[in-house]
């Protein structure tokens, strides 16, 4: 059968039309999808920038119905949902995603997380910890875990954030030895609550194990010798504290103080609390060193030093007290109105009744919310 060249010449044209035909369709078409569901999501975005949600809630509205199948607008719907505290609706939004079969792994794990934040948000601990697991082994692993101990540590369900913890560290997520120190050191306290004492052993030991340089479990286990009776033992437990955590000795330097009297060991508590007194004086400090020292001359002066070094009103107070404390010296009396100067400086200003705005010269106008006559005429001082 001869092939009729004929044919060939009248089917190059049509081959071509229909070709040029069926790319003018699609082009028309790109060009609706254009005009359409972006045109509505940017009217939305833009609508959001100028803090109008309430009409931007609208404009997505209006672009997911045009384009039901595009996810993205579902995800900024559900967003703004949640940051408008309307949680029911976010939530609606992200269980319609995952309805959906056509959805892709990637999407579907992140309407997934979506929706835990959304449950997390709204206080459905439960229900928010059944999602964010769900999202084991996907590429929101390690985030979904991180909101995993931070629900454990809202709910004081420390023993799972203990098991949590580990998973982070297993998956070189960072160093959690010192937050898992301070859920053992909790679980001591619950144990010590309900006289569990051997709990309460057994747990900081497990805190001190997890984060040896921590400072939380030397001060439970100090605290707890004392209670006990063993101060010489509770002495031992926090003096490494000077060297490794000066803050937390102190905190507790009142019954670091009160230990080492009970034990004869005096002298070398105030060694050691003078010291720590040079390098950062504290309230607390100042209180310790205070009661172990029985000179109202040497009391004296170191008050006067604290004064000189850490204006407040609490070391006047302090001085006042001390015996012949209405009769001052000179050194004495400046430092004492250095401090009162000191404290009374936040309370001389002018506060703003409209935004709170302070300042120390008073405004017609105020220069935080622009106000007119919202300053009352009365500093803080004198309310």
């Keep these: 059968m001869d092939f009729d060249l004929q044919w060939l010449l009248l089917a190059l044209p049509l081959s071509f039309g229909l070709g040029w035909l069926a790319s003018r369709l699609d082009m028309r078409q790109w060009k609706r999808d254009i005009e359409s569901s972006p045109r509505a999501y940017f009217k939305g975005l833009n609508l959001l920038l100028n803090e109008q949600q309430d009409k931007a809630i609208d404009a997505f509205i209006e ?29 609606r939004v992200h269980q319609h995603l995952l309805a959906r079969a056509d959805l892709p792994t990637a999407e579907r794990d992140r309407a997934q997380y979506a929706l835990a934040q959304d449950f997390l948000k709204a206080g459905l601990f439960d229900r928010a910890e059944a999602a964010y697991r769900a999202l084991e082994g996907s590429a929101f692993a390690t985030d979904a875990r991180m909101a995993l ?8 369900d420390w023993k799972a954030a ?28 619950e144990a010590e609550a309900r006289g569990a004492t051997d709990d309460a052993r057994t747990a900081l030991e497990k805190a001190r194990q997890a984060a040896p340089q921590s400072a939380r479990p030397l001060v439970l286990a100090g605290l707890r010798a004392a209670r006990g009776g063993a101060h010489d033992q509770a002495l031992q437990t926090w003096l490494p504290l000077a ?52 000179d109202p001359a040497s009391r004296r002066r170191l008050l006067l030093s604290h004064m000189k070094t850490q204006p407040g009103p609490g070391p006047v107070l302090r001085l006042l007290r001390e015996p012949d404390g209405a009769t001052l010296s000179a050194d004495e009396l400046q430092a004492v109105q250095a401090s009162l100067a000191q404290t009374l400086r936040p309370l001389q200003r002018y506060r703003c ?31």
């Design 63 to 91: 672009a997911v119905q045009q384009d039901p199948g595009s996810s993205d607008l579902h995800f900024a719907l559900g967003n703004l949902f949640r940051r408008r505290g309307e949680y029911e609706r976010a939530v």
């Design 149 to 156: 101990l931070t629900l454990h540590e809202r709910s004081r």
């Design 353 to 383: 009744a409209a935004c709170g705005f302070e300042v120390q010269q008073y405004f017609w106008q105020c220069p935080g919310c622009q106000g007119w006559e919202t300053f009352p005429a009365r500093r803080l001082e004198d309310h």
């Design 243 to 294: 060297a490794v955590a000066p803050g937390a000795l102190s905190v507790i330097a009142g019954d670091f103080a009160s230990s080492a009297v009970a034990c004869g060991r005096g002298d070398e508590a105030r060694t050691v609390l003078t010291e720590l007194h040079q390098q950062g004086p504290t309230s607390d400090l100042l209180a310790a060193l205070l009661g172990l020292d029985g």
């Design 162 to 189: 203990i098991e949590v913890a580990r998973q982070l560290e297993a998956v070189a997520a960072g160093s959690f030895a010192p937050r898992i120190a301070h859920y053992w050191c909790e679980l001591a306290l």
